[in-house]
C-alpha cells in the first residue's frame, strides 16, 4: 500500500526510538501510554476521513495508528486498526483484501479472549460474506455468535444483530429481520449512536420497502438521512437520498424522485472531486520534496 503520510510515519517511529533511551523509572510506562494515545488520535482521524468517504486518507491513518500499536504491542488496538482498514477496504470493494484483514485480526482476537473485540471482527466477516453473496456463511457465524451472547448490551452486539436483519432481509425472512433490527434499533437510540441508528434506519427503510409500505419506508429513508448528516456520513447520506429516491419514484411522485436522484448525485460527484482535489495536492507537496 503506497502510503501518503509514509514519510511522517517513519519519522514519527524514528523519534520515539530515539526517545525510548531513557531509564528514568516510570518513563517506559508514560512512553507506552502516549503512544497508545496517539493510536487512538489517528484512529478516530481515520473514522473522521471514512465517514467523509476519503477513504484512502482514511487508510494512511489507520495504517499509522497500527504502526503505534504494533510499536508497543498493544494487540487490542492493533485488532481495532486491522478491522477498520478491512472494513475501508470493503467500502472500496477490495472483498478478498478486506477478508485478508479480518482473518489477521481474528487470528489475535481468538488469543486474547476478547468477547467485544471477537464479537465486532466475528460481524465483520460476516459483512465481508453478505458482499461476497455467501449469505448462508455470514449466517453461521452471526447465530453463532447471538446464540452465545446475553442480549443486545453493547456497541458489538447491537452490530451483530443488525448484521443479521440484513441476512434475514437478503433471505426473504422480513418479520425475523425487523425483529433483530428492533433490538439494534433499541440499543443505538439509548445510547445515540447516531451512524448506527442511520443504518438501523436504512435498513428499516429497505424491509418496509419490500413489503411494499412505501410511506413507512419513505418516513425511515428521512430518518436515516437525518442522523446520516448528523455525523456528516457522506456516502451514507447519498445511499439515503439514492433510497429516498426509489421510493418516491415507486409512490408515483416523479418530480420528488428526480430531485433527490440530483441531489444524490452531486453528494457522489463532490465526494469524488474533493478526492482528486486531495490527491492532487499530496502529488503535489510529493514532488516539491524530491
Known amino acids: 500500500m503506497k502510503l501518503l503520510f509514509k514519510p511522517y510515519i517513519l519519522f514519527v517511529l524514528i523519534f520515539l526510538s530515539i526517545t525510548s533511551c531513557s ?26 476521513q471514512f465517514n467523509s468517504g476519503r477513504f484512502a486518507q482514511a487508510l494512511d491513518l489507520f495504517e499509522l495508528a497500527y504502526e503505534l500499536n504494533a510499536s508497543i ?11 477498520s482498514m478491512g472494513k475501508t477496504k470493503l467500502s472500496e470493494s ?9 482473518s489477521k485480526a481474528l487470528l489475535i482476537v481468538e488469543r486474547l479472549n476478547n468477547e467485544l473485540l471477537l464479537m465486532r471482527t466475528k460481524g465483520n466477516i460476516a459483512d465481508f460474506y453478505i458482499k461476497n453473496a455467501e449469505i448462508d456463511k455470514a449466517y453461521e457465524i452471526l447465530q453463532v455468535m447471538l ?23 437478503k433471505k426473504g ?60 456520513y457522506s456516502p451514507g447520506i447519498a445511499a439515503d437520498l439514492e433510497a429516498l429516491s426509489l421510493i418516491a419514484k415507486k409512490m408515483g411522485k416523479k418530480d420528488e424522485s428526480e430531485l433527490y436522484l440530483k441531489r444524490s448525485l452531486a453528494v457522489l460527484d463532490a465526494i469524488a472531486n474533493i478526492n482528486k482535489i486531495e ?12
Not at 477490495?94 to 479480518?102: R, S
Not at 446464540?147 to 441476512?167: F, Q, R, W
Open 147 to 169: 446464540v452465545n451472547i446475553d442480549g443486545i448490551k453493547n456497541e458489538e452486539s447491537a452490530y451483530l444483530a443488525h448484521t443479521m436483519s440484513l441476512v434475514l432481509r
Open 73 to 83: 504491542d498493544y494487540e487490542e488496538g492493533i485488532v481495532l486498526t486491522l478491522n
Open 173 to 232: 425472512q422480513y418479520d425475523e429481520a425487523l425483529s433483530y433490527l428492533s433490538s439494534s434499533l433499541s440499543y443505538n437510540q439509548k445510547n445515540n449512536a447516531y451512524r448506527a441508528l442511520a443504518e438501523d434506519y436504512y435498513m428499516m427503510s429497505s424491509i418496509n420497502s419490500l413489503q411494499k409500505k412505501y410511506p413507512e419506508a419513505f418516513e425511515y429513508a428521512q430518518k436515516a438521512l437525518e442522523y446520516d448528516k448528523m455525523i456528516e
Open 279 to 290: 490527491n492532487e495536492l499530496t502529488e503535489l507537496d510529493e514532488n516539491q520534496d524530491l
Open 94 to 102: 477490495k472483498n478478498e483484501e478486506a477478508f485478508n484483514l479480518f
Open 23 to 48: 531509564s528514568l523509572p516510570g518513563r517506559k510506562e508514560t512512553r507506552t501510554l502516549d503512544r497508545r494515545n496517539k493510536a487512538a488520535g489517528y484512529q478516530q482521524d481515520g473514522i473522521t
